[in-house]
Structures are given as C-alpha cells and as structure tokens.
C-alpha cells in the first residue's frame, strides 16, 4: 500500500472509528514507517522496566558488600562481581533508575520553565521578551560545561542539585526555540479571531497556543533527554554528581573503580554498554519523533 | 551589516559584565571557602593560617568590594592570584590554554575529516544500504559517551594485550611522539562533533540536491561528480561552516574530561582540581576567559554567515 493510500484511509476512519482504535492505528503507522525508533521506545521500556522492578530480576543489594571479588561474568553474576563483590548486574539494574529520574526529570524542568517563559516572552513581546532574550544570549555564552561544574559545586550534592543545574544549563536554548515557536504560533489568524471575540490572555496562551507547541516540545524534549543523561554521567564520572557509593553507571567508570579496570574487563565495559544503549535510544526515538512530528526539521541535527 | 558588528561588539563586555556578577555570587556561594580547604578542616584546623589565606583572598572585606577589585583587575587583564597554587593565573593560564587548543584545534580537524565525507557519501547514496550504515554510525558517534570509549580504549588492549595505549605527554621537544599523545584524546573528542557534523552535513546537501539548478545542471548533460562538487557541495558548506565554527567552542567544553581521562595538563583539568580545592579564584578566571572565548567565536561565525550569504540580514 502506498503512502498516499494509507492517509487516505485514515481520513476516512477519523469519526467512524472508535478513539482507541485510531490510536492502535497510528500506534501501528509509528511502527510500520519508523523501525529504529520502534526499537529505541521499545529498549527504553525495557530499561524502564527493569528500572521499577529491579528487586526482581536476579538481583541482590547493589551497595552491600560481597564476597566474591571479581569473579568474572558467570550463570550466577551475569555480569561479573566489582572490587567490592557487589553484583554488577544488580549495580547496572539498578544504575538505570538514577539515570532515568535525573534525564527525566531534568528535561521535565527545563520545558516547564522554558515553555512558560517562552509564552509570556513570545506573547506579550516588548520589555519582558527584550529582557528574556538578552538572558538567554548571557547564558548561552557560558558553556553548559562551566555551568553544571559552578552549579554542583556550589550547592549540596544531591539529585535534586543535579536536576536543577542540568535544567539549569539546558533551558536557554529551549526558551530560545520555543519563543520562536510562540511568535509563530501567535501570529495565526484564529488567534487574533480568538482575540476579537474577547478571549482572556492566558485563555489564547493555554488553551490556543500551547496545544500547537506540542510537536515541537516533544521534540525537544526527545533530543534533550540523551543529552541530559551524557551530561549527568559526565558529571558523575568526574565525581561531581551524585553521591560516591551510589549504583549508577557513570560512578562505575570513574573514580575509585578505575583502579580495578585493568584486574577484569567486564568492570568498564557493562554500565557504560548500559549508558550507551540507553542514549542511543532515546537518539533514535528522538529522531524518529521529529520525522513524524516535525517533517521541517528532518535530519538537521539541530534543535 | 556595519552597524550589526558595532551593536554586537558592545554587546561582548556587557554580556560579560553580567556574568561575572553570576559567577561571583555562584562561587561565594560555595560551601567551605578556600580558608579551610587549604588549613585543613576540624581537628588540624589552624586558625591563623586560615586568617592569612583570608586575608589573601580579601575574604576578610565586604562582598561589594571584593567583587569590585576581582572585576577591575579582570578588566586590565590580570586574572588574580591563588593563594593555594600560589601562583600568579597569568602565568598558568596560557600554557594551559594552549595544551587544551591544541587537543581542541586537532579535534576539530579529526570532526571535519570524519563528519563530511560521511554526510556527504550519506547523502548522495541517499536511501541506499550505505546510507542507513553511516546515518546509524552517525548516530552511534552522538550516542557513546565519549569517556567510555577512552576507558576502553586505555583498559582493554592493557588487560588482554599488557599493551599501553596512552603514552605520557612529552611536549613539543619529541614532535611526533607528542603528535600520537595530543591525536588520541582528539580523536575520541571528535567523534560526536563528527556525528552531528554528519547529520547536518547530510541533511543540507539533500536540500541543495532537490533545487533547481541542480536539476538544470544535470539537464544539461553535466557530469554527476562535477555536479556535487561544484553544485551541491559548496552551497552546502556555508551550513556546515557554521556548525564547525560553534563546534569549536563545545570542544573547549569537551576536552575537560579528556583531559581528566589522559592527565593533560590543560584548562578543563585546572578547573576540576581548581573545584576540589574550592579555589574559586581559579574556577572565575576560566569562566571569564572561556565565555570570552566563546562570544568571540559566535560574533565571528555570525558575521561570517551573513558575509557568505547576502540573503542574511540581521537588524
């Protein structure tokens, strides 16, 4: 069936379907045209999985110490034992729910801040959208980089810390490129329509514009997400993230486990096969969103 | 287009002035000063040590002063003094900065060499097995984390081979030796520069490829190569130019792990131990010099991109 007949199709079924039933079918048009992002949702959900029942899946505690010192990966380990016979299956399992709160969570934060600045800055235009993007240009001369290392050093090292300062450092190019989405979206005639006949402000905000933000936030948001977790492992390989002793992936790369990499090879290459394949994930998730959702930005890299 | 690079340029030490009130409150913010880092914290805490560093770093007068003093002798061009190295950054900082430029500047040139050719082969085998390969190496390259890949690549041939990959800086008096050392670290910095290069790269030739005067090019009998190379692939590096330009300042950024990984004695290690040892006079003079840095680098990029291409006009 060629593609033109496939839209075809769904048109026709918009209204004499039941919702559910439209939403299985482009469930299944994601699928059908868009494979490696199948696969990257579906390693995710995997991941998200093991994330919430790690007390389940052959583990036992990530930060108790063992007796076995690096043995190498066995029925029993199946991905070998560390310095401190601690399962590293079980540090790598239950690595995955700092990794997925933080990417998460940081992401979730800067949108939020980043979309409501973006529709006060974009909307009202003037003094406030002069001043938001004066900051923004600020703080996008300073490389993200300096930013996380000044924002963990100077508070407490907690997830919260790391949350914040990752939003931190990755919400002025978000507000950068929502605003412009805003303008866009504002200048379109059923706003105005909408204007004339005596919508409230906020009313056009949140009910008028927002919804038409969704691709676009989405989108972000998908290409944010990897980037957030490189640059929370990053911090916590430099021993300036999360708290030393934690299961994560990024604490098992670095530090005091480095001086054990060269007694086992399975030490380095296990969390960071889990980081890698949880980035790459959401890389081809991302990718695969934006052909879907936003065909202008194919490929580009951008955003 | 004169008046954009005037308003511009005004723009630099204003930009610059809010960020060094930023960074001040941020790094005065820092719990447990210089003072009890470098005396020692209870138990071997001296008292009068700590006074002396205090005194030193003029931790002793108020905020507003010291602000004033750090930002004017920033403005002459003096970037302090720590009391802790006991060293002038002046004198350290531009031996570091050139470490960390020239893993930067070979970085680069790695990113350019990898991420062209395969965006370009990506995009004329468009659609072909070829360019599914090199799109997911592409995406693989922005994916791995780059410190793991330097992990392995340093544990893995010593734990199944005894071999030792990464050899210790030597400097410039040995100039290939020192070439294999600085290439390493560069080569693994690039690779995600590559990666996204590639993307951009790809994407903007396709756009070239589907216009008119490409079509009338091969209408009228051209051969296909000279038709990418004189046709397609200039138009398309005006784009990638760009990126290479504000990649060059995330490769800055970049090389602090790098650096950490190999032990070289750069900007982005100074900072790390500058951080351990809360020794903030350290961290404000590299955010300064890097942001310096990095607003040069756009305001050249813009004005370049408008320059190539006349379309552009900023108001």
Redesign the interface.
């Known amino acids: 069936m060629s593609e033109r007949d496939s839209s075809f199709d769904e048109q026709i079924d918009i209204g004499a379907d039941p919702k559910w039933r439209s939403v299985l079918k482009s469930i299944w048009r994601f699928v059908r045209t868009q494979p490696l992002g199948t696969v990257g949702i579906l390693v995710i959900l995997t991941i998200a999985f093991l994330a919430i029942f790690a007390d389940y899946v052959h583990t036992s505690d990530p930060e108790g110490f063992g007796r076995n010192f690096l043995k190498p990966p066995s029925e029993e380990n199946f991905f070998g034992t560390n310095r401190n016979g601690q399962d590293l299956w079980s540090r790598v399992v239950y690595g995955a729910r700092p990794a997925l709160i933080l990417g998460l969570g940081a992401v979730g934060v800067a949108m939020f801040v980043a979309t409501l600045l973006a529709l006060l800055a974009g909307f009202f235009g003037g003094i406030i959208d002069t001043l938001l993007s004066r900051l923004v240009?600020?703080l996008i001369?300073?490389?993200?980089?300096?930013w996380l290392?000044?924002?963990t050093?100077?508070?407490?090292r907690s997830i919260q810390t790391l949350i914040f300062a990752i939003a931190f450092a990755f919400s002025p190019i978000t507000l950068r490129v929502l605003r412009g989405n805003v303008i866009q979206e504002a200048a379109v005639p059923y706003v105005e329509a909408a204007r004339v006949i005596g919508a409230s402000s906020p009313r056009i905000m949140f009910r008028h514009i927002l919804p038409n933000m969704a691709p676009l936030m989405i989108v972000i948001a998908s290409i944010t997400i990897?980037a957030a977790l490189?640059a929370e492992?990053?911090l916590t390989?430099?021993g300036?993230g999360l708290e030393p002793g934690t299961p994560s992936w990024?604490m098992d790369?670095?530090g005091g486990a480095?001086q054990y990499?060269?007694?086992?090879?399975w030490l380095?290459?296990f969390p960071?096969a889990a980081?890698?394949v949880t980035?790459?994930s959401f890389?081809?998730l991302g990718?695969s969103l934006r052909d879907v959702l936003d065909p202008r930005l194919?490929?580009?890299?951008?955003v | 287009m004169q008046a954009y690079i005037i308003r511009r340029l005004i723009l630099v030490p204003v930009t610059l002035f809010i960020i060094s009130v930023i960074v001040f409150v941020f790094m005065r913010a820092v719990p447990g000063d210089a003072g009890v880092a470098k005396c020692g914290a209870a138990g071997s805490f001296d008292q009068k040590c700590f006074e002396v560093v205090r005194q030193e770093l003029g931790l002793d007068k108020p905020k507003i002063e010291q602000y004033w003093i750090w930002f004017s002798d920033i403005f002459k061009g003096d970037l302090g003094f720590s009391p802790l190295q006991r060293i002038h950054i002046n004198e350290e900082v531009w031996g570091r900065l050139w470490n960390t430029f020239q893993i930067g500047i070979l970085s680069l040139i790695f990113t350019v060499l990898i991420g062209i050719p395969i965006g370009a082969i990506s995009a004329i085998r468009s659609g072909k097995l070829i360019d599914y390969l090199l799109r997911f190496f592409a995406i693989l390259g922005i994916s791995v984390p780059n410190f793991w890949i330097a992990t392995l690549i340093i544990f893995l041939p010593a734990y199944f081979w005894q071999i030792r990959v990464a050899p210790d800086w030597v400097g410039w008096e040995e100039p290939l030796m020192h070439l294999r050392v600085v290439a390493l670290p560069a080569i693994i910095l690039s690779l995600s520069g590559a990666g996204a290069i590639a993307r951009i790269a790809r994407s903007s030739m396709l756009e070239v490829l589907s216009s008119d005067f490409v079509r009338t090019a091969r209408a009228k009998g051209l051969r296909e190569r000279v038709t990418v190379i004189r046709h397609v692939f200039r138009p398309s590096m005006i784009t990638i130019f760009t990126i290479i330009g504000l990649q060059f300042s995330l490769v800055l950024g970049g090389s602090v792990i790098m650096e950490a990984i190999f032990g070289i004695q750069g900007i982005g290690l100074w900072v790390i131990e500058a951080i351990a040892a809360r020794d903030f006079v350290i961290i404000q003079a590299i955010v300064m010099l890097l942001s310096f840095w990095f607003l040069l680098i756009t305001l050249l990029v813009d004005v370049a991109y408008a320059w190539v291409d006349p379309r552009i006009r900023y108001n």
Not at chain 1, 261 to 265: D, M, Y
């Open positions: 240009e600020i001369a300073v490389p993200q980089i300096l290392l000044m924002l050093t100077a508070f407490d990897p490189l492992a990053g390989f430099l300036l990024a790369l670095g480095r990499f060269a007694s086992g090879w380095p290459v960071g980081l890698a980035v790459l890389n081809l990718d194919r490929g580009s890299g951008l």
